[in-house]
Structures are given as structure tokens and as C-alpha cells.
């Protein structure tokens, strides 16, 4: 099988988050960067894949230089190779991101059998370029997965119902398909030394697209209005317990 | 004739044995154990000639140091006896005529006899704990053995004197010259006198066959494994090198996988083992029913390189014609979990109590660490809740995953100076780490010590954001890759802002900052916060008013105490605000707290470390538990809330600042 | 003359109802629709019946929940009209081009944005406002203009849920264990706290990294998004990644030994310590409480 996966660079935000006096971005000075995590959960499934079944993996990334970190993490566990498509870390809205997506895969030739992505980005969450990347591309698509697994010629999708009955519903996907994974479909590997450093020199093709005029332009970031309430301390330690239930009594939980 | 060829027989055996030790040696990994010579002649006269290790504990200690020294007055006798199995009438020249010779032969015989009888007291009457694991068997061989040549030696003096033999007086051997009324001058006293040389002789000579490959083998490699121990800094681990330009991707040391890695000091060390079981003794793991042993981990290694030694020898041979350097690749057992269980190797808290209490200085942390090295950094295989940790020092800078944006929170309103890029440092960088920057009860420590600062008029700053975690809490689970890419960062912090003196709270940082960070371009003077403070007050900057209501024992950290001799200045603290008393297993006796080897981020199986302290510590009526350390005082004060105790944990600078030393 | 069309997942889905609200700041016709329950949920199929619908009533807005299928649906309308689209919006402000406010970050931050199409697409954030059941909800089967491409991706069969008990996403009490739990056995006196309200057991994500609970459990943005009447938050030290799943708590109880950790901002109770002493008295008082 071969497999793309996209993946985005986002900050650790931490215990808050502090804007830039532009509000045009995050502050993320003393900030570390990881892949976002339904993408890796996606890098670490395309991993499995093709040592169950064979083929390549690829990871691609559209974000500034220092993304490079993000693609070489990814095939420190085990990707086989990158494309970074490199821009100057300003913003690009889903439609531009998912054209150049779109652009890059037809430009590398291959034929992959599936486009694995995470549902949402973990920053900008617009829950759609992997979507407008499988019209672009005539191909199937089918969101929020949390199972993959290789069923004849096609695959068998599960995704968790958020509405009664509880359960799993399941997709049969024909492939090539483009497929978006939530975080929870697996847990990935700890990378090892030697993978680090074999990472470091797997290809990595680069290239530098034009962004379009976004059509979901972003005006300002700003942080949602902090409710002015104050937690009423109960107490300290145990303590504190008779309060505690006084209040579950009063909301009815009791 | 006879002794000739028996000579040649056992000199043979001997040899080829060696030969293959030292073959084996000689493949393992490299590492730089020479330098500082005059430390290592003081290390031999002390603790092999000495014995003061041994002396650590005085009864066993005593017993075996007469049978070493004994057996060092006594070697030349080898020769002697040699020849008197061959000539009845000869001896050695000159010393085979000295009295007094032969009189330190009658004394030191008998008190090897003594040691013998003493040890053999001590495990089959006395039978303690440390032995559980070890091979008795073999030892009750190599005493016999001792005991024999000791006995015979003694019986053939005898003899000696009763044929009349001897040219000198009596006098000169009285335990002999005791001995020798159980014999009359007769022809069975003549046979005797053959036989009790050649049955010393031959016992010697068999001895000497069956010595390399025993655990007696450490009379010879002991000597060399004090030799080549750590000179200083023993808290520093020895680094990995990654981007060694000559050696290929694939040869790379990533620690210890197979017996084929060990460096030759740790095959040397496994040489060297006599199975004592003092590490076992103090070790805090095996203590609260773990399943780490120090001294099995040594024994199951040692079998492990004999088992694989020739595959190991053979391979180095084939492939670089003998010149020194790792075996080629060769299909071996994985020392983990075949020689180790797994859960030894996660057991370790790196205390040192182990080392420390070593007699020939084996130096199991090296062993221990090399094998989680190897354990993560390959097959990123260790305890699942350690990975939070990993990917957030890797990720966030820190242990605790928090942004570094809020490290400095902490100090708000405390008018701390944070050093911003491109200003020069002050007269001293406060070090602060991630534990005091982080967790609300090792917060205090900080802010304690800034407020102590501040009023004695310290020129200081801290890093802020900019201080990422040192990096020891990576390094001690085994991932050197990580820490060497934070050592370089901070170094390379460090070194722009022109720091040349650090204060550091926490001992783990204390001993990375001053002991690790030099590997890598990083020297600084580096104090213990408690260090500066002890200064202060003995200077008259800082006056705390002294309580004697307040009871106060204080808890050494392994990091301070055990691994860099910091002892007296957080005492003088303690003692300048209360009235200290001291715990039974204090100053460099000290039992670990718990969090050591990156534990402060695992589960603990098995009982409670933390809780075996608290309780020592409640025993000592103290109202107050003294720490230095933030790991120490999480774990110690966890330990408080489970075992019930009615102790307050606080470290020395917070009791400093409540003594008024800050107002 | 704006007209709106609402998808519903269904007339009486919650989150679906908020969508119905929140479509008349757009002012205007507003038309509400579901798909047949019978239909086997294909979100492609499903977009192309909107589509259809749309341009048959002169929508000028398409407006979808923040659910998971509203997401999605409204992604596949937007693919197929080529026309942006706005997840998670908190509001909007018609106009040329029109500006919403919209969740980032599962809604620890806010992005202001111009809509550069028509029509309007937009999916809404979940609890921005309060529902008021939707009157006249056309329930509509999939529409013939829906190709065999369309369809190719659909539910083929539902596999009922494995584990018993309250489900975290419905639950009213969720009670959440942290680093601060210590160990997977720590977890014992979360789990029992929640049995005694009759509550569901999460946890951050530290949690699951750890491997003391399965990622079902984890309460986070990239995890489950609850909504109970209280979530009593134990030893959990309040990352923003997390706070973003719990935002629907109507109540936060945070139980902490760091008086200055950032889940006091967020929380409505606070006690001050350690959760392996304040959650067993909890316990025992509600025990207590009701004479057992």
C-alpha cells in the first residue's frame, strides 16, 4: 500500500494561551511544537499498514522551515519519506492549504492508495481539507475513524457513534480513499535512537507554493472573554468533603 | 620432577584462562579510565592495601583483612614451600633465613586461620541476608582452600621443628613451634613432612588453576578494578558519543544490549564480584522487596559474559586482527531479560549505595544505566508511565509538560531579575529546575531561597523560560540522545550570558550542572544553594534566630551527600534554626528518598521506599523533617501522608526564612 | 432575501436545535431540515440532497451543528460548491462578505474571520446558545441528484457498544483523574466516587499517554467532549487542550494541591489538596449522607 499522511506543526499551548500584540498569531516564544494529535495518531496507523501489507509511507507537511522537525519526528517512527511544502508560517485558509495539498501529491506522481489525515487540526479545527482534498482528487472520503483495518480490496472503517444506539458504525471504503483518524485509534510508538537518526536521512522533497487569496480570511485571533468567576474554595483536604456534597446535594446529583 | 610438571600443569591453566580474560577485556567497549594518577595510587594504598571499604563493616572487614594481609606477608612462602618440596634443605635466599620472617609467617598464618574460622562463623552461624543469592557453595570451597594452605603451611613448620629442620629458635614460630609436640622425631613425622609440603604446594598450585575461573579471581582483578574506578565526580554518568566520525551508523554504542557491549570496566567488574552482598544489603529497592539485587545484577551479568565469552573473543579476532575495540556483529543473547530481569533494571533508584559500599569497586550504576540506554534508546522499551515524561522534557522543556512561557511564574511579585538574551550574567546564575518551578511544594524551596538572596544582598538572576530542564530525569531512564541535546542548549545559554557560578536547589541539577555539563563544553562552579546559605550565615549576612523547641532531623539527599560530599552545610543550617537529631542511616549512609533514576516519574511496585524513610525519621521523635532537595521533599512528604507520620517535611531554606533569617 | 437552511441530525438532537437558534442571527427564511432515519448515513449523499436543496430555495446560508456529521456533511457541501466554509462558529454577522467568530483550538481561542462566498457555509459551536426546539422540521429522504459516487461511502452496519455503563459523553457527573493520580490502582477512588453518583470516569491525556486508562476515557480536545451537570476535575492541573473538553461542563469542581494551578480560573469550586485524601472523604461523606 502506498500512504500519504498530512500532518501540521502546532504549539503545546499549556496552561494559557498569550497572543501576539498584533493578534495575528499565537506567542509561541518558550513554546515547543509537536504534531497534532490526531495527525500523529494517523503517521502511527499508516506505519502499521504498510508493515502489515507492505509499500511506502510518505509525510507531508504544508507550514514554515521549522516543520521540517515535524516530518523528520514522523519518520523517525518509521514514515519513509517526506514533502514539505514550505511557506513563510503565515496563514493559509483550508481551501489553499488543501489546493496545494492537492497540487504536491499529483506533482509526486504516485499512486497512493490512501490519504490518511487527522479529523481536525488541533490550532485552526476548520474539519475540511482532507475532505476538499478527495473532491480535488475524485476520491472517496470518510471522517472521524477510529479503525483501519485491509479488507479485500478496500477498507473496513469503524467510527463511534455520538448518537443513540451507542456503538461503532462501519464503513467499507474502496481504495484509493482519503481517510480522517481521531486520536484513540492507536498509540504511537516512542521513536528510537537509530530511527532518529536514520530519519535525518530519508528524502525529503521541498517546494514552495503560492498561497491563494484565502476565501476564510482571518481578521484577528482573540481570546474568548474570561468569565469573571471565582472558584468558591470548599476547603482544604478532606475537609472540605461535607461542603463538597452539601453542594452535589443542591444540584441534584445526590 | 613432580613439581615441575605440576607446575607447569597449573601454570598452564592458569595462563590460557587469563589469556582468554584478557582477551575478553581487551573486546570490550572503550572507555576512559585513565588520568589522575595520584587518586588511584591513594585508592590502592587505601582501599586495597587498606582495605577501607572492607572496614566499612568492622567484624567481616577485620576477618578478611587478616586473610589478605595475611596472604601477602605469607606469598613469598610459595616459593619457599616450592622449594622445600623439591629440597628438603633448601629455602629461598636471604628471606628463607630471616627469624623474623618466619616469625610474621607463624603469626600472620595463624591469623589467617582465624579470619578463615571467623568467616565461617559468619555463614553458617550468623547466616545474614546478604548472602541470600549468592554461591555459598564455592565460598565454602575457597575458604577450605585458604584454610588448608594456611594449615598445611603451619603443619609443615611443624614438622619441620620436630625433624629439626628449622635453623632457627623455636622461638622465632611459636604457634609452630606449638604445633610440633604432635610429633615426635620419627619416620611418620619424615613422611608428614613430604606430605604436608606437597599437600601445600599442590593445594596452592590447584588453587591457582581453579583462581580465574572462581570468584576468588577478584585477589587478582580487584586490585585492578580499584585502579581504574571513578577518580571524581562520581555522580557523573560516562556520555555516549553519537557523531563519532569514524565509527559508522551502525556501530554505535547505544548502551548495553548484549554481554558484547559492556564496556571492559563493567566486564572487569563482573570479574571482580565476590558476591559479598553488601550492595544487596543497602540497596533501597531490595530493601522494600524489589526485585533488584545489585549484587545478582553483577552475577547474572558475570555468568553472561563467560557464557557468551567466546562467541565475543572469537568474533574480535576475526574481524580486526586483535587491535582493540567492539566484536563484530554477532548473534548474542539479549542481557535483558536473559542475565536481568526487567524489573531490576527499573528498580534502580542510582543512590550509590551500592558503589559505596563496594569493597572492590564495582560500579553498578554504570551497568544499570547502560542497560536502559540500550533499553530505550533501541527497542523504546520502559515502564509506559515514564512516556508522558519523555515526550514532554523532549517537547515542552521540562518534565512537567507545562509551557515554558509559565516557568517564572513563581517568582511574580518576588522582584527575582530574569536574565533576558544578550545581558552578561551576574556574579551568580540561580539555577532554579523544573521540580521548584513547577510543583507547588518544591515552589517554596524557591521562593525561600530568593527572599534569603535577597536579603544578604546576593548578585543574582534567573534564566526564566530560557532554563530548559537539565536533563537528568532523560538520562537516568536511558535516553542520553535527549539529554545530550539539552546539556548542549543550556550550555550553549549558559556559556552566551557569560555564567561562570551557578546556585542550584536541587541536587540533580547540582550535579549535572557541576559534574555532566562539562562533557560538553559547560564549566561552571557550582554550589548547593545550602552551600552559599551556610556561607551566609557563618559570614553573619543572613541571621536566623535559633529555636531550641524546634526538633529537627534532617534527610541527606543521595545526590548531595552520597554522590558529592555535601554533608556539613545543610546540617549547619539545621543546626543554626533548631535542635538536630540524627537519623540512624545519615551522611553518606543515607537511604534514598525514592525518586532518584527518573523514579520521581514511575510507579513503584512493591513497598514503599519513601514510606521506609518517613518512618526511620518519625522514629526520631524530630517534629521536623529537613530536606534539600525538591525530589526529596515531594517524595518524603508523600511518604508523610502515607504511613500517618507526624512529620512536617520542609526544606532547610524555607525553615531558614521561618527562623527570620529573611526579615 | 436571505433564506437559511438548517441540517438537523435530527429534530430533536440538541446540538441541532442550538444550530436552529443560532440561524436566526441571519434573519430571513429559515427552513429546517433532517434526513429520513431509515437512510444509512453517507455524508456525501446527504451533502448533495443540502446542495440541491439550496439552490432549489435560494439559500443564502447553509447552517449545520458542530457535530461530528455536521462537520463533516458541511464539509462535503462546501467541496462541492467550491465555497468556504466556518467550523465551530460562535457568531456570525451577515453581509459582503459576511464576518463570524469562530472556535480555535476547541474554543480556548477565538478567530474573527471574513467569508469570502455564497453561500454562507458554517457549522455551530456547540453551547453558543441555548436551544429552542425547532418548530417545523422537514424530515426529507436523500435526493435523487445524489450519484452512486456519492454514496459509495456509507454506514453498512452499526456494531453495538462493548463496555457497560455511562457513557462519558452523556454522563452527568464525569469525576477525572490526572497526573496527580499517581499510578492506574490510583485510580480506584476516581472510579469509586463515580459509581457512588452514578457518574462516568475520565481522565487528561497525561493519563492515556501513561497507559493507566484507555483513550475512551480521556476528556480533552482531541478526546471526548463532555457536557455533565458537575465534572469534579481531581489532581488534573487544567492544560488548555483539556479545558477545551470539558467546556460544556454546566459546573467545575477542581480538586488540587496547587493553589495556583490554571484549573482554579476555569472552575466554579476549588478544594486545595490531595486528591488520594479529599476524594475518599468525599466518598465516605456521601456514605455518610445517605446511612449507608
Redesign the interface.
Known amino acids: 500500500m502506498n500512504i500519504l499522511v498530512c500532518v501540521k506543526r502546532v504549539p503545546l499551548t499549556g496552561g494559557k494561551i498569550t497572543l501576539t500584540e498584533d493578534e495575528q498569531a499565537i506567542q509561541t516564544r518558550h513554546l515547543g511544537f509537536t504534531v497534532s494529535p490526531h495527525e500523529e495518531c494517523a503517521a502511527e496507523e499508516a506505519i502499521r499498514l504498510v508493515e502489515a501489507h507492505g509499500g511506502e509511507s510518505v509525510v507531508l507537511t504544508l507550514g514554515p522551515a521549522e516543520a521540517e522537525e515535524q516530518l523528520r519526528d514522523m519518520m523517525a517512527i518509521g514514515i519513509d519519506r517526506g514533502i514539505h511544502l514550505v511557506t513563510d508560517g503565515g496563514e493559509w485558509d483550508p481551501q489553499a492549504t488543501a489546493a496545494a495539498i492537492v497540487d504536491a501529491v499529483r506533482a509526486d506522481g504516485t499512486q497512493f492508495d490512501l490519504l490518511l489525515f487527522g479529523n481536525e487540526s488541533a490550532d485552526a479545527g476548520n474539519y475540511q481539507v482532507a475532505v476538499r482534498v478527495a473532491y480535488a482528487l475524485g476520491l472517496p472520503v470518510v471522517n472521524g475513524i477510529k479503525g483501519i483495518s485491509v479488507d479485500g480490496a478496500g477498507l473496513r472503517c469503524e467510527r463511534e457513534r455520538t448518537s443513540h444506539p451507542p456503538g461503532r458504525d462501519v464503513y467499507a471504503v474502496p481504495m484509493p480513499a482519503v481517510v480522517t483518524v481521531l486520536e484513540g485509534i492507536n498509540l504511537p510508538r516512542y521513536p528510537s535512537v537509530p530511527g532518529r537518526m536514520r530519519a535525518k536521512r530519508k528524502p525529503l522533497a521541498a517546494a514552495e507554493p503560492a498561497r491563494a487569496q484565502p476565501r476564510l480570511e482571518m481578521v484577528r485571533l482573540k481570546l474568548p472573554a474570561s468569565s469573571s468567576k471565582q472558584a468558591e474554595v470548599l476547603g482544604h483536604g478532606a475537609d472540605a468533603a461535607p461542603r463538597v456534597v452539601e453542594i452535589l446535594s443542591e444540584i441534584g446529583v445526590m | 620432577m613432580i613439581l615441575a610438571a605440576a607446575l607447569a600443569a597449573s601454570g598452564w591453566l592458569f595462563a590460557v584462562r587469563v589469556r582468554f580474560l584478557v582477551a575478553l577485556l581487551r573486546s570490550g567497549a572503550p572507555v576512559t579510565r585513565s588520568g589522575d594518577v595520584p587518586v588511584r595510587a591513594e585508592h590502592e594504598a587505601t582501599i586495597v592495601l587498606g582495605q577501607r571499604k572492607l572496614l566499612q563493616r568492622l567484624g567481616p572487614g577485620l576477618l578478611h583483612a587478616l586473610i589478605f594481609w595475611g596472604f601477602i606477608v605469607l606469598a613469598p612462602t610459595i616459593l619457599i614451600a616450592m622449594i622445600g618440596a623439591v629440597s628438603k634443605h633448601a629455602t629461598l635466599p636471604w628471606l628463607g633465613h630471616q627469624g623474623w620472617y618466619a616469625f610474621l609467617v607463624d603469626i600472620f598464618a595463624t591469623l589467617v586461620l582465624i579470619g578463615v574460622a571467623g568467616a565461617f562463623w559468619i555463614r553458617k552461624v550468623q547466616r545474614p541476608e546478604r548472602f541470600k543469592g549468592s554461591h555459598l557453595g564455592e565460598a565454602d570451597l575457597i575458604l577450605a582452600l585458604i584454610a588448608t594452605i594456611a594449615l598445611s603451611l603451619l603443619l609443615w613448620h611443624a614438622t619441620r621443628i620436630a625433624l629439626g629442620l628449622n635453623e632457627y629458635p623455636a622461638s622465632s614460630m611459636p604457634v609452630s613451634d606449638a604445633l610440633s609436640h604432635l610429633f615426635g622425631h620419627d619416620g611418620v613425622t619424615r613422611v608428614l613432612e613430604r606430605a604436608f609440603v606437597w599437600v601445600h604446594v599442590l593445594t596452592i598450585l590447584g588453587f591457582l588453576a581453579y583462581l580465574p575461573r572462581s570468584k576468588h579471581l577478584h585477589i587478582a582483578s580487584a586490585a585492578f578494578n580499584v585502579w581504574f574506578g571513578r577518580t571524581r565526580a562520581r555522580g557523573r554518568l560516562e556520555p555516549l558519543r553519537f557523531d563519532d566520525p569514524d565509527i559508522p551508523e551502525e556501530d554505535i554504542r547505544f548502551g548495553a544490549g548484549t554481554a558484547a557491549d559492556l564496556t571492559w570496566k563493567q566486564m572487569l567488574d563482573t570479574f571482580t564480584c565476590t558476591e559479598c552482598g553488601r550492595c544487596q544489603d543497602v540497596c533501597p529497592a531490595f530493601a522494600t522487596g524489589k526485585v533488584l539485587s545489585p549484587k545478582l545484577l553483577i552475577m547474572g551479568l558475570r555468568d553472561q559474559v563467560f557464557a557468551d565469552g567466546g562467541a565475543i573473543v572469537q568474533a574480535r579476532a576475526g574481524s580486526d586482527g586483535g587491535t582493540g575495540g567492539p566484536a563484530g556483529p554477532i548473534d548474542l543473547t539479549s542481557l535483558v531479560p536473559t542475565a536481568v530481569p526487567e524489573e531490576s533494571v527499573w528498580d534502580c533508584v542510582t543512590c550509590g549505595a551500592c558503589v559505596q559500599a563496594c569493597p572492590v569497586s564495582i560500579e553498578h550504576i554504570d551497568h544499570i544505566v547502560d542497560l536502559r540506554r540500550h533499553l530505550v534508546m533501541v527497542e523504546s522499551s520502559f515502564p509506559s508511565e515514564a512516556e508522558p515524561m519523555l515526550r514532554d522534557v523532549e517537547r515542552s522543556s521540562n518534565p512537567w509538560g507545562k509551557a515554558q512561557s509559565e516557568r517564572a511564574d513563581w517568582a511574580d511579585g518576588l522582584g527575582v531579575r530574569i536574565l533576558e538574551p544578550g545581558e552578561t550574567a551576574p556574579e551568580y546564575l540561580y539555577w532554579v529546575g523544573c521540580a521548584s518551578s513547577f510543583d507547588e511544594r518544591a515552589r517554596t524551596t524557591a521562593e525561600s531561597t530568593v527572599k534569603l538572596l535577597q536579603k544578604a544582598g546576593v548578585d543574582f538572576a534567573i534564566l526564566g523560560a530560557r532554563e530548559a530542564c537539565t536533563g537528568d530525569p532523560a538520562r537516568r531512564i536511558g535516553n542520553e540522545y535527549v539529554f545530550q541535546a539539552f546539556a548542549e542548549q543550556n550550555v550553549e545559554t549558559l556559556n552566551e550570558a557569560g555564567v561562570t557560578k551557578i546556585i542550584a536547589n536541587c541536587p540533580h541539577c547540582f550535579n549535572t550542572l557541576g559534574n555532566e555539563y562539562g562533557d560538553f563544553g559547560g564549566d561552571y562552579e557550582v554550589i548547593h544553594h545550602t552551600e552559599l546559605l551556610s556561607q551566609l550565615v557563618r559570614d553573619g549576612r543572613l541571621t536566623p534566630r535559633r529555636s531550641e523547641s524546634l526538633s529537627v532531623t534532617y534527610h541527606d539527599s543521595c545526590y548531595l551527600a552520597r554522590h558529592n560530599d555535601v554533608l556539613a552545610a545543610p546540617r549547619d543550617l539545621v543546626g543554626a534554626v533548631g535542635e538536630p537529631v540524627e537519623m540512624a542511616r545519615s551522611g553518606k549512609q543515607t537511604f534514598c528518598c525514592g525518586a532518584g533514576g527518573a523514579h520521581m516519574w514511575m510507579e513503584e511496585r512493591a513497598g514503599a521506599i519513601n514510606e521506609n524513610r518517613v518512618r526511620e525519621a518519625a522514629e526520631t521523635g524530630a517534629d521536623t523533617l529537613a530536606v534539600a532537595c525538591p525530589y526529596c521533599t515531594v517524595m518524603l512528604d508523600d511518604g508523610v501522608q502515607s504511613a500517618g507520620a507526624q512529620l512536617r517535611v520542609a526544606d532547610v531554606a524555607t525553615l531558614l526564612v521561618e527562623a527570620g533569617a529573611a526579615d | 432575501m436571505s433564506a437559511t437552511l438548517v441540517f438537523m441530525?435530527?429534530a430533536d438532537?440538541e446540538l441541532s436545535q442550538q444550530a436552529v437558534t443560532f440561524a436566526g442571527q441571519l434573519g430571513g427564511e429559515m427552513s429546517a431540515v433532517a434526513i429520513d432515519a431509515g437512510e444509512a448515513?453517507a455524508?456525501?449523499a446527504w451533502a448533495q440532497t443540502l446542495v440541491e436543496l439550496a439552490q432549489e430555495r435560494g439559500a443564502t446560508a447553509v447552517v449545520g451543528p458542530g457535530?461530528?456529521?455536521g462537520?463533516?456533511v458541511l464539509?462535503?457541501v462546501?467541496?462541492?460548491l467550491?465555497?468556504?466554509?466556518?467550523?465551530?462558529c460562535m457568531n456570525v454577522t451577515p453581509g459582503e462578505?459576511a464576518?463570524v467568530t469562530r472556535?480555535?483550538?476547541?474554543?480556548?481561542?477565538?478567530?474573527?474571520?471574513?467569508?469570502?462566498?455564497a453561500p454562507l457555509l458554517l457549522?455551530v459551536a456547540p453551547h453558543a446558545v441555548a436551544a429552542t426546539p425547532a418548530a417545523d422540521v422537514q424530515v426529507m429522504a436523500v435526493s435523487g441528484s445524489a450519484s452512486d459516487?456519492d454514496r459509495?461511502?456509507?454506514?453498512?452496519?452499526?456494531?453495538?457498544?462493548s463496555t457497560a455503563g455511562v457513557?462519558l459523553?452523556d454522563a452527568?457527573?464525569v469525576v477525572s483523574g490526572g497526573?496527580g493520580v499517581?499510578?492506574s490502582e490510583g485510580f480506584s477512588v476516581i472510579e469509586e466516587l463515580a459509581a457512588l453518583?452514578?457518574?462516568a470516569v475520565g481522565c487528561s491525556?497525561?493519563v492515556?499517554?501513561?497507559?493507566?486508562r484507555p483513550?475512551?476515557d480521556?476528556v480533552g480536545?482531541?478526546?471526548t467532549k463532555i457536557s455533565p451537570?458537575?465534572y469534579i476535575a481531581c489532581g488534573i492541573?487544567?492544560?488548555?487542550?483539556h479545558m477545551a473538553g470539558c467546556k460544556g461542563a454546566k459546573?467545575l469542581?477542581?480538586i488540587n494541591?496547587?493553589?495556583?494551578?490554571?484549573i482554579?480560573?476555569?472552575?466554579?469550586?476549588?478544594?486545595?489538596?490531595?486528591l488520594?485524601?479529599?476524594v475518599?472523604?468525599?466518598s465516605?461523606?456521601?456514605r455518610k449522607?445517605?446511612g449507608t
Open positions: 441530525e435530527s438532537d448515513y455524508p456525501a457535530t461530528d456529521r462537520n463533516e464539509a462535503h462546501a467541496a462541492k467550491d465555497q468556504p466554509m466556518s467550523a465551530n462578505p464576518t472556535m480555535r483550538w476547541g474554543g480556548s481561542l477565538l478567530e474573527e474571520a471574513r467569508v469570502h462566498g457549522t459516487a459509495v461511502v456509507r454506514v453498512s452496519e452499526t456494531v453495538p457498544a457513557s459523553a452527568d457527573v497526573r499517581g499510578s453518583l452514578g457518574g491525556r497525561a492515556t499517554s501513561a497507559g493507566w483513550h475512551s480521556q480536545q482531541t478526546g451537570e458537575i492541573s487544567g492544560a488548555t487542550q459546573r469542581l477542581a494541591p496547587d493553589g495556583e494551578a490554571s482554579f480560573a476555569s472552575a466554579d469550586y476549588a478544594v486545595i489538596g490531595d488520594h485524601e479529599v475518599p472523604a468525599i465516605a461523606e456521601i449522607a445517605r
